[in-house]
Structures are given as structure tokens and as C-alpha cells.
């Protein structure tokens, strides 16, 4: 089997009971669960209106402007899938269009992402179905290859591995790995869990804020003698 041109099988897929349970909770909070040290990059950013993505990773690495692994991958989706793409970050040409979102719509495909540029924007945004891309761009693609389908892959250091977890929001993207998806849920809802208390109490005015001078305290930060407000 030739390396850089191949269509591999998932080994495993999340299942959906879990993907289910993380489509409930912020990207925010599963990311802070996860120490804040992974994530799709800033530059990775929803292409659609508004609203969540949560699915399984169905991966493509692709050659920098070319989409035909992608139009395989597409073949391949079935109910419930995110496709991935490692297209180089390169924005110069598009790898997805409209006509490929409303047959990946039509193979139930849950969202897609892309490291590299999209185009039809203003369609994509009219249909609200989960698009996350680095840019945008009216250049269309190549269609020769080679890539690679169901391969671990990389988008600004985020390793994603085929079945994995794949979220995202208004606040971008996020990959939660199988083998540590079940203590990641738990952490990610004890997180929002407690943020939801914390909001009911700046709501009621009994928000406890006594720990930001105790940080800056003990940070050595000189405090005047008599505080006032501005």
C-alpha cells in the first residue's frame, strides 16, 4: 500500500452515546477539561451562521489545493460523521464548495473542517450546517491527488486520529481522543456545572470575588493604601 496515497478503515468509532453527551456542552469547557493545551488553532473558524457540531472523525490528508480524496471521503461519510481535512493550511485554492456540502448534508455528514480554504460561503452560511475553515477564497481546486483517508492527522498541533470525537462552536474547534473521552466528559459538565452555579450567583449579587486580591497578593502586587473607585 502505497504511503500518501490510500483509503484506510476505521479500527474504532466513538460511540454515540458519547458524541451525544459532548454535543451538550461548550467547546470552551471540554477544552479547559483537556488543560487548555489542544485545540483546531485560532485560525479555524465556523463558516456557517450559527450553531454547535458534534460527530465522529472521518480524516482525509490532502496535497495543499487538491480535493479529490476529499470527494471519496464524502462517498465514504455516512449519519453522524465529521470529516476532517489536513489540507497544508494552505489558503490559495477552495477544497469545498456548495454542491459538496449539500451531498455531504445528503450522506448525513454532522460537519466538516478544513485546514485550508473553502468557497460558496454565503451559501454555506444560508444553509447553517456545520463548516469550520481557515479561509475563504473564490480559487477553486485540483483534483489529482494523492492524500490519504483515515489517517492520524494534525491542524495547528491538534493530532486527530480516525473515530475520534470531533466538536466545535462559535469558539472553534476541538478533538477529544477516544481513550480519554469518558474522563474528559465528566470534567468538561463538573466545569459547567460549576460555571452555571457561579453565573446564578452574579445574577443575585453573592459572587465571591475575594480571590482576585488574594492572587494578586500573593503575586507580590503593591495595593494602595486606601482603595477608591475610578
Keep these: 500500500m502505497t504511503v500518501g496515497f ?5 479500527t474504532q468509532i466513538a460511540p454515540k452515546a458519547l458524541v451525544d453527551a459532548f454535543a451538550k456542552l ?3 469547557n471540554v477544552s479547559d477539561s483537556m488543560s487548555r493545551m489542544t485545540a483546531a488553532g485560532a485560525r479555524i473558524r465556523p463558516m456557517h451562521a450559527h450553531g454547535g457540531m458534534a460527530g465522529v472523525a472521518l480524516t482525509v490528508k490532502a496535497r495543499p489545493g487538491d480535493n479529490l480524496m476529499l470527494h471519496k471521503a464524502i462517498d465514504m461519510a455516512g449519519p453522524g460523521d465529521v470529516i476532517v481535512v489536513d489540507a497544508g493550511g494552505d489558503t490559495t485554492n477552495a477544497v469545498f464548495g456548495e454542491m459538496m456540502l449539500a451531498y455531504a448534508i445528503k450522506r448525513g455528514v454532522a460537519g466538516l473542517v478544513f485546514d485550508g480554504a473553502i468557497r460558496d460561503v454565503d451559501a454555506i452560511r444560508e444553509t447553517n450546517h456545520p463548516v469550520f475553515a481557515a479561509g475563504v477564497t473564490h480559487r477553486g481546486p485540483y483534483k489529482d491527488g494523492p492524500g490519504e483517508i483515515n489517517v492520524p492527522i494534525s491542524i495547528d498541533g491538534m493530532v486527530v486520529h480516525p473515530g475520534d470525537i470531533v466538536i466545535g462552536d462559535g469558539d472553534g474547534v476541538l478533538c477529544v481522543p477516544i481513550a480519554e473521552a469518558e474522563d474528559i466528559l465528566v470534567k468538561a459538565q463538573a466545569k459547567l456545572d460549576a460555571e452555571t452555579r457561579q453565573m446564578q450567583a452574579i445574577a ?3 459572587n465571591d470575588r475575594a480571590w482576585v486580591d488574594a492572587a494578586l497578593k500573593k503575586l507580590g502586587c503593591a495595593f494602595p493604601d486606601k482603595e477608591r473607585n475610578a
Design 6 to 10: 490510500r483509503i484506510l478503515n476505521r
Design 26 to 28: 461548550p467547546v470552551a
Design 204 to 206: 443575585e449579587g453573592t
